[in-house]
């Protein structure tokens, strides 16, 4: 287990530092997460990306592709619309725990889309950054590739 005290925040975060030690509920959302944002993504950027790949698609007549990457395309945007982070849920699928200063430490239990939604507001609150999220993501993504 791994703790992350966040700056200007009297705040603790608990985070699984490999897949493995997750229950396999959560270790199949962590892995769901991860294929969306590889595949999907969630940014403006990935949104230009799908954009650049339809119009490739469509210029070449490949239509069942140009088919397949719109909807990426439309799920993208609906992620966008939503403030749905990807990266940030599969992030988030290895949290275990929030501590504030003088508290117990307080189990997180609801992984559904809301409840991310809410840790991901709460976090992001308490000082977490998109820089923190990607690298230890990028850390516990090695650490999985080495296992």
Known sequence: ???????????????????????????????????????IGSTVGEVERHFNKLYSFLSSNQVENAARESQNLLYNIH????KIDIDSFAFLCLVDAIQERGKEPEKIRDFSEAGLLRLCERLGEAGLTKGQVLEILGEVKKKSIED
Do not use: C, F, W
Request: aromatic share 10%.
């Open 1 to 39: 287990m791994r703790i992350i005290e966040l700056a200007h925040s009297n705040v603790a975060v608990y985070i699984r530092e490999t897949p493995r030690e997750l229950p396999i509920n959560r270790y199949t959302d962590y892995q769901k997460y991860l294929i969306q944002a590889a595949g």
């Open 79 to 82: 992620l966008n619309i939503n």
